[in-house]
């Protein structure tokens, strides 16, 4: 059960992070209409920036969390597999991971982080994000569970 629930958590957690993703490249683009007055497809169909930004920042509390209980629940089953170890390169890219987006979430609140700033912020992450486990996936021989 705790190997099933950190996998869910998992990919909840990376889901969270590239709905994130897309709204903060959404709300940058559709900025980019507003600030040329050029009101396009994207300003006709999307929601206000407000909107997409408040929809970013849930995505990435939610993804947060999930993948603060992706890796909880990866460090409990760890003692019980017999060929991993707390230095498993996957476990070490999504702390890295986690540890952007928790960093992310700490400028946005104690210093106001919010905008493009933070948009273009949640952009860079996941590419980041998505950089680091396309590259732990084609450098790693197994995927990570025994």
């Known amino acids: 059960p705790v190997l099933q629930l950190h996998?869910?958590?998992?990919?909840?957690?990376?889901?969270?992070?590239?709905?994130?993703g897309i709204y903060s490249l959404l709300y940058i683009l559709l900025q980019r209409d507003i600030e040329s007055n050029r009101f396009s497809v994207l300003f006709e169909r999307l929601p206000n920036l407000e909107s997409l930004e408040k929809l970013s920042t849930v995505a990435v509390i939610f993804g947060f969390v999930f993948l603060t209980a992706a890796i909880a629940t990866g460090l409990i089953w760890l003692p019980q597999s017999k060929s991993m170890s707390f230095i498993e390169p996957k476990l070490l890219g999504t702390l890295v991971v986690w540890a952007m987006y928790g960093a992310g979430l700490f400028l946005r609140r104690q210093f106001g982080w919010q905008g493009r700033r933070m948009a273009v912020m949640l952009v860079a992450l996941f590419g980041v994000a998505m950089f680091s486990i396309t590259a732990l996936n084609l450098f790693s021989s197994r995927f990570h569970v025994s």
């Open 7 to 20: 996998i869910v958590a998992a990919l909840l957690g990376y889901s969270a992070i590239t709905i994130a």
